[in-house]
T-cell receptor, first 115, second 114 residues
Framework: AQKVTQAQTEISVVEKEDVTLDCVYE???????LFWYKQPPSGELVFLIR??????QNEISGRYSWNFQKSTSSFNFTITASQVVDSAVYFC????????????FGKGTTLSVSS | DARVTQTPRHKVTEMGQEVTMRCQPI?????VFWYRQTMMQGLELLAY????????DSGMPKDRFSAEMPDATLATLKIQPSEPRDSAVYFC????????????FGPGTRLTVL
């Protein structure tokens, strides 16, 4: 069965610290997609990244980076030099091969960055 | 800047009343999803459509919830009668059934049933 686990419920850091948000997934499909979304205090869900199961290259976008490891079924998200504006709930999600299928979300990690 | 829009943004109603939430997907997107977010359950799928046809509504309580797409620019989620346990944020998302498979979310409707 599909499942996404974000074991860290809450993380608190001080500005400029690096922080890694963990995501572990379960799926029987060989082709699947992984996502990260950000939900700031305003409530909307903002798409951050999508990865397919055949692309294990790590990705960096500014202060954000993602580490995809199929061997451990993990898709971790690192924020370098965190800022107060990074404070939000971050969701990891999985969808399987059939195009257009729904997202299975983890429970989310609440990140609080203090100045 | 194409966005998914949802109305209303906030709704307070009394138990037993009918509630209708609307969603306008991004123009050209052919999949539409309804999710519900609660503190206890997190984000869970209620229903989704592809090319306006319902594909999966197994997440919805069938006796009181219904979802439709009258046309390609409008999706509706209706609750009748509403109950306090329906209080949640309801998100609509749209996407393309291509390999991109990314869903873009609307701002949500915050529903409170008293």
């Amino acid at each position: 069965a599909q499942k996404v686990t974000q074991a860290q419920t809450e993380i608190s850091v001080v500005e400029k610290e690096d922080v890694t948000l963990d995501c572990v997934y379960e799926t029987r499909d060989t082709t699947y997609y992984l996502f990260w979304y950000k939900q700031p205090p305003s409530g909307e869900l903002v798409f951050l990244i999508r990865r397919n199961s055949f692309d294990e290259q790590n990705e960096i976008s500014g202060r954000y980076s993602w580490n995809f490891q199929k061997s451990t079924s993990s898709f971790n998200f690192t924020i370098t030099a965190s800022q107060v504006v990074d404070s939000a709930v971050y969701f990891c999600a999985l969808s399987e091969d059939q195009a257009g299928t729904a997202l299975i979300f983890g429970k989310g990690t609440t990140l609080s960055v203090s100045s | 800047d194409a966005r998914v829009t949802q109305t209303p943004r906030h709704k307070v109603t009394e138990m037993g009343q009918e509630v209708t939430m609307r969603c306008q997907p991004i123009l050209g997107h052919n999949t539409v999803f309804w999710y519900r977010q609660t503190m206890m359950q997190g984000l869970e799928l209620l229903a989704y459509f592809r090319n306006r046809a319902p594909l999966d509504d197994s997440g919805m309580p069938k006796d009181r919830f219904s979802a439709e797409m009258p046309d390609a620019t409008l999706a509706t989620l209706k609750i009748q009668p509403s109950e306090p346990r329906d209080s949640a944020v309801y998100f609509c998302a749209s996407g393309l059934t291509l390999r991109t498979d990314t869903q873009y979310f609307g701002p949500g409707t915050r529903l409170t049933v008293l």
